[in-house]
């Protein structure tokens, strides 16, 4: 019986390219929670500890500081929240007329049975 370590077996190369990691998107709240702890923070090593837990880089903090200081961290003051608005602003308007379509179809429907149980 041949011997088979696993961990001498290997693969064959597959060319196919993996995907990277998403990108994360923060929301002005857990930012602002974020930096607000990391202020907060005396404890020597602690801030290393908070970026550590939360996986994040100090250059990504650094620039959610920046974007405080430049005020665009308000609460419902970004880019995202206006667009999100629009978005459901937009699929309202195409809900309240499939909703309007749906209506007129029913109602069409009840007419046809109407017909259809008097000529019985």
């Known amino acids: 019986?041949?011997?088979?370590n696993l961990?001498?077996?290997t693969r064959p190369y597959d060319p196919e390219v993996t995907p990277g990691k998403k990108k994360r998107y923060h929301?002005?709240?857990?930012?602002?929670?974020?930096l607000k702890e990391l202020d907060e923070c005396m404890v020597k090593?602690?801030?290393?500890?908070?970026?550590?837990?939360?996986g994040l880089y100090s250059s990504t903090v650094t620039g959610w500081r920046k974007q405080?200081?430049?005020g665009k961290l308000e609460p419902g003051n970004s880019?995202?929240?206006?667009?999100?608005?629009?978005?459901?602003?937009?699929?309202?308007?195409?809900?309240?007329?499939?909703?309007?379509?749906?209506?007129m179809i029913i109602e069409v429907q009840k007419k046809i049975s109407e017909l259809l149980e008097q000529k019985d």
């Open 79 to 103: 880019k995202s929240n206006k667009d999100k608005i629009y978005e459901l602003e937009k699929e309202n308007i195409k809900l309240k007329q499939e909703l309007k379509q749906a209506k």
């Open 27 to 34: 929301t002005v709240s857990y930012k602002l929670k974020i």
């Open 1 to 4: 019986m041949q011997n088979t």
């Open 68 to 70: 405080k200081a430049a």
């Open 45 to 54: 090593g602690g801030k290393g500890a908070i970026l550590r837990r939360e």
């Open 7 to 9: 961990a001498t077996i």
